[in-house]
């Protein structure tokens, strides 16, 4: 969302940051058309070696995961941006198993994994309206907002993770 944001703000005269966007359909907060907002947020993957990590070290702090399990990258951005997605996962050195690029939220959640971890609220719910499946919501601004939702836990920190999926693997066991 930064170079979006910067991108966003030099064409529309605007003062966008990244907390502006307290909801997830930004096109109404920056008041575009979502056409606009979707080639503008690839436009913006285009110029991938300006996108910051989330936290430091997140190649360090995702490769933990793999200590549960398979890690894969799973992702609705559009075929033209996955290049760019690549080499930004590869500048941060971040480990995973599979590339995957699907068309929509609900795509994702019919994908059979065990655990979702993603900062759309949208999935997360659908996720939650299944009795099977679990999430973990990584807070950004556009989710602050949403409601507690069965079998899925917020996170505000990767660290926060492996915890979580330590108890969830004793669950199992």
């Known amino acids: ?3 979006f944001c910067r991108i966003v703000n030099e064409r529309h005269s605007t003062q966008f940051a990244v907390e502006s ?3 997830w359909n930004a096109w109404e907060v920056a008041h575009i058309t ?3 907002f979707f080639r503008t947020l690839d436009e913006a993957w285009f110029d991938w070696k300006m996108i910051p990590p989330t936290e430091e070290n997140i190649g360090e702090k995702v490769g933990r995961l793999r200590e549960f399990g398979r890690v894969d990258i799973v992702t609705g951005r559009s075929l033209e941006t996955v290049p760019p997605a690549n080499s930004w996962l590869k500048q941060y050195n971040v480990p995973y198993d599979a590339f995957v690029r699907t068309i929509s939220t609900k795509a994702k ?3 059979d ?3 979702f971890i993603d900062d759309s609220a949208d999935l997360m719910s659908l996720l939650a309206s299944s009795l099977d499946r679990r999430g973990i919501l990584y807070t950004q601004p556009w989710n602050r907002k949403a409601s ?5 836990f917020r996170v ?3 660290d926060e993770i492996p915890p979580i999926l330590q108890q969830l693997t004793a669950a199992k066991r």
């Open 148 to 152: 507690e939702m069965p079998r899925v």
């Open 156 to 158: 505000r920190r990767w």
């Open 113 to 115: 994994y065990d655990l």
């Open 1 to 3: 969302m930064v170079p």
């Open 109 to 111: 959640a019919n994908l």
């Open 34 to 36: 979502k056409d606009e």
């Open 21 to 23: 966007f307290v909801q």
